[in-house]
């Protein structure tokens, strides 16, 4: 996303502007409901908004997205103050669950088409995705001293992976950028809304009977 000479480089910056934004306010939400203070919102708005975005750029060699295009860090300052002046406390956690999941989404499509569009391999492309999309909720997670998602059983991480398997299946078959981007996007949050609804969890772990207990 170093150049916007194409249609699909155009398309991944504004789709990562609005990824990052959606994201921000997450982590703004997040400092809400610790009731910190305004320059703690910003922090943790920018910090989540660009920490998944932030590590894949390293693994991938890339130069980091927002380092040349600090609009990335003001987007995130101005999701922050948007949810200071908006954020009501009886929706906040509701909130928080249902944008985290449609940025998830987001950002494991952006995250994976980033990749490929740097020649990684679509394997690779697609973890690329993952950890895009789950990085920065984890950071915000540990600064706000909240249960982890990812250590909770929930159906998160699959999430992520949906939306980056389908976008790179698609685009290996030859499908449309943005056909294969809202496939892949809805797919995503539509298996992350049912398990928030639900309460969908994965099996977890069953200890044989003779095995001791540590």
């Given at each position: ?73 003001v987007a995130c300052l101005v999701a922050a103050v948007a949810v200071w002046i908006f954020a009501k406390?009886g929706w906040r956690f509701r909130a928080l669950l249902w944008l985290d999941a449609v940025g998830l ?37 540990v600064l706000a001293g909240e249960p982890n998602l990812l250590m909770s059983r929930e159906i998160y ?58």
């Open positions: 996303m170093d150049t916007l000479t194409s249609p699909i480089s155009l398309a991944l910056f504004w789709l990562d502007y609005a990824a990052v934004a959606i994201f921000a306010m997450t982590g703004a939400l997040a400092a809400a409901r610790s009731r910190q203070d305004i320059v703690t919102f910003g922090f943790f708005a920018a910090i989540t908004g660009v920490g998944g975005g932030t590590m894949r750029d390293l693994l991938i060699g890339a130069p980091v997205f927002w380092v040349q295009r600090p609009g990335y860090i406390r989404a987001a950002y494991a499509v952006v995250g994976t088409a980033k990749a490929l569009s740097l020649g990684i391999h679509p394997f690779s492309a697609i973890i690329m995705g993952v950890l895009t999309s789950c990085f920065g909720g984890v950071i915000r997670d991480v699959t999430a992520a992976l949906l939306s980056a398997g389908v976008f790179a299946g698609l685009k290996l078959m030859g499908a449309d950028f943005w056909l294969a981007a809202i496939i892949g996007f809805f797919a995503g949050v539509v298996l992350r809304a049912c398990a928030i609804k639900y309460n969908l969890r994965l099996p977890g772990f069953a200890q044989g009977g003779g095995d001791t207990e540590y």
